[in-house]
């Protein structure tokens, strides 16, 4: 029988994801990500849903194109500066039009995922 992780692994594996992230954006000079503890709740819901996405086998190019799709359901657009007001991202565009530091992020989420959720099904 497969493993089945639970919520409180997923939970793991979505702020392990996220601060992994936030260090990556901040060593890029951006500091719009907050702690996870502080993160908002669309924020928060969007790293839970990036961790499923992994959890049914998406890489770093299907976990942007399913972020891209939950953001556009949620009405966000491109913008060319992350605005969580007006609902703009700079990343609304498909993953191979994505800067190589994006790509590496989505590339981060994925390994860290897969690192967590490993440790938790060894």
Not at 39 to 53: I, L, N
Request: with cysteine; glycine share 8%; hydrophobic share 35%.
């Amino acid at each position: 029988m497969p493993f089945e992780y639970t919520q409180l692994h997923i939970a793991a594996a979505a702020h392990a994801a996220h601060e992994a992230n936030r260090a990556f954006c901040r060593s890029h000079g951006d500091d719009s990500q907050p702690p996870w503890d502080e993160a908002p709740k669309w924020q928060v819901d969007s790293a839970f849903d990036g961790v499923r996405g992994v959890i049914g086998g998406n890489g770093p190019e299907q976990s942007h194109e399913g972020w891209l799709a939950e953001k556009d359901r949620t009405g966000w657009t491109y913008g060319p500066v992350k605005d969580p007001e007006k609902k703009e991202h700079p990343c609304f565009v498909p993953y191979a039009d994505l800067p190589p530091e994006q790509q590496a992020k989505d590339a981060i989420f994925t390994t860290v995922v897969c690192a967590v959720l490993d440790a938790f099904g060894s």
